[in-house]
């Protein structure tokens, strides 16, 4: 027989053991399908009757469990339960604040990334932008230099006109006394002359009458027989040595040549003779009038020095001929013709023909001078000067 206590028997507990990880929380969780079904409440066993002192008949059995007990039992899994749910929401809730703080530190990283790339792509708009600007800001200053040349020279054409004609005529004018032919000077005044015609100012007007008085000037003007002065001069240097000096003895004098009267040939011989002895007797003692009295100092030496000067002043002509300095060529010739109508004997025939071939020689020399374009360089550099004053 047994006591109800004996025969109680404490029932398997419902609920595993949870495992307790050292060290470890929050604990893994535990999926609710993975818990055990509750065991229904097992009711405690009915004791049978007893023999005497046990219960009577007819009264109510007791419970080997008091109520207590199981609703203890009850509160407890209930609890428990809760406590696992609860405990698996928060771990889910931590999960997800994990991948959640995991995911926003990832778009931090990214999104300072892309805000550093975008920081380098705003400074290099920023550089390409001042670039640019730079570059308008070049732009507008050459484009407003091109206006303000489009401008001046639209405005200065004409005066560049003046300018270019200027110079055209300058440069013809030194080749004309280069060359001593009124050649370049012609071509330059016919072409100002034609641009002239083409221009519309009117303050070219003076200048195209002036060109136009020129033109005629050049096309009338005679120009010097260079070669045939020169091959004048040479014969006049050929014919130096040759010249009589004033006071030469042992030479008859012209004019007492052609003041004897034409004697007759003595046919005698005593007239023969005594004509010879009077031209003797003449030729030691000769009586003539003294126009220059330097003249007749003249040693031999100092004659030879007066022929050279005269050459040299014949070769001075000769190169200012050849060098177009004429004024130069005129002024050598004159003391050239002082010279041998001083130191030489005007009586004789060299002497004579070596003086007509000087005149001649200093004739053309006088109207050798190159025609000159002043009147219309006057009138362009009053163009060129007044452009300056009216711009300003």
Excluded: C
Excluded at 140 to 149: D, G, K, N
Excluded at 328 to 349: E, K, V
Excluded at 380 to 389: D, T
Aim: proline share 9%; net charge neutral.
């Amino acid at each position: 027989m047994t006591t109800p206590d004996s025969d109680t028997s404490t029932p398997p507990s419902a609920l595993p053991s949870v495992p307790q990880a050292s060290g470890a929380w929050p604990p893994p969780p535990i999926a609710p399908e993975a818990l055990p079904p509750a065991a229904p409440p097992v009711s405690p066993p009915v004791a049978p009757p007893l023999g005497p002192g046990g219960p009577l008949p007819g009264q109510p059995q007791r419970s080997a469990f008091p109520p207590a007990v199981v609703a203890g039992w009850m509160v407890a899994i209930v609890a428990l339960t809760v406590s696992v749910l609860l405990w698996q929401k928060v771990n889910g809730m931590q999960e997800a604040l994990a991948r959640q703080n995991a995911d926003a530190g990832s778009q931090s990283v990214e999104a300072r990334a892309l805000a550093r790339h975008a920081d380098d792509a705003v400074r290099d708009s920023a550089a390409k932008l001042a670039a640019l600007d730079a570059r308008v800001a070049d732009m507008a200053a050459y484009r407003t230099q091109l206006e303000e040349l489009a401008h001046s020279a639209s405005r200065a054409r004409d005066e560049n006109l003046a300018v270019d004609l200027e110079t055209a005529l300058r440069l013809a004018q030194d080749q004309t006394q280069l060359t001593g032919s009124t050649e370049p000077l012609l071509a330059a005044l016919r072409t100002a002359e034609r641009r002239l015609g083409r221009s519309q100012d009117p303050r070219l007007a003076p200048v195209a009458r002036a060109v136009a008085r020129d033109l005629e000037r050049v096309k009338a003007a005679t120009v010097a027989d260079t070669a045939g002065l020169l091959g004048r001069i040479d014969q006049l240097l050929r014919q130096a040595d040759d010249l009589p000096v004033a006071n030469e003895v042992g030479r008859p004098s012209g004019v007492a040549r052609a003041r004897e009267p034409a004697a007759a040939e003595p046919t005698s011989w005593w007239g023969r003779l005594w004509a010879n002895v009077r031209s003797e007797t003449e030729s030691l003692l000769r009586v003539r009038r003294i126009e220059r009295p330097e003249a007749t100092m003249l040693s031999p030496d100092q004659a030879f020095f007066v022929r050279e000067n005269l050459k040299l002043r014949l070769q001075g002509a000769r190169l200012g001929i050849l060098a177009r300095q004429y004024e130069a060529a005129r002024n050598d010739l004159s003391a050239a013709s002082t010279a041998l109508g001083t130191w030489f004997d005007p009586a004789s025939r060299r002497t004579q023909a070596a003086a007509t071939l000087l005149q001649q020689v200093q004739s053309q020399t006088r109207s050798a001078d190159l025609p000159r374009v002043d009147e219309s360089l006057l009138a362009l550099g009053h163009v060129a000067a007044a452009e300056p004053a009216r711009s300003n």
